[in-house]
Nanobody, 125 residues
Framework: QMQLVESGGGLVQAGGSLRLSCAAS????????MGWFRQAPGKERVLVTA????????YYADSVKGRFTISRDNAKNTVTLQMDNLKPEDTAVYYC??????????????????WGQGTQVTVSS
């Protein structure tokens, strides 16, 4: 089993920044690609960004390109999402998820074995 715990959500004004962190424990973190999903009320959960197990490749949804940055530290078992220039449409619950390598950047939620509990991000206009 792997446990994922997100932190860093909150309320921010449009144009502001937030930094989300996801701490992993219980499994070999470096064997898993990681993704950040988000789910707005009444909408499906969608992939926002992903990073390979080694951190060598990243993926971003068009809606967040140039504003969000994903990174990971395999020595600390953490993955981070830096969100800049936030917009009201970024408001959602954000989840980190782990998929066993070589899976990477798939939007299929069933490919991810482990999920965090989610953290709320609210962007006011």
């Amino acid at each position: 089993q792997m446990q994922l715990v997100e932190s860093g959500g909150g309320l921010v004004q449009a144009g502001g920044s937030l930094r989300l962190s996801c701490a992993a424990s219980g499994r070999t973190f470096s064997r898993y690609a990681m993704g950040w999903f988000r789910q707005a009320p009444g909408k499906e959960r969608v992939l926002v960004t992903a990073i390979t197990s080694t951190g060598g490749n990243t993926y971003y949804a068009d809606s967040v390109k140039g504003r969000f940055t994903i990174s990971r530290d395999n020595a600390k078992n953490t993955v981070t999402l830096q969100m800049d220039n936030l917009k009201p449409e970024d408001t959602a619950v954000y989840y980190c998820a782990a998929a066993p390598a070589p899976a990477y950047a798939t939007s299929n939620t069933r490919a991810y074995d482990y999920w965090g509990q989610g953290t709320q991000v609210t962007v006011s206009s």
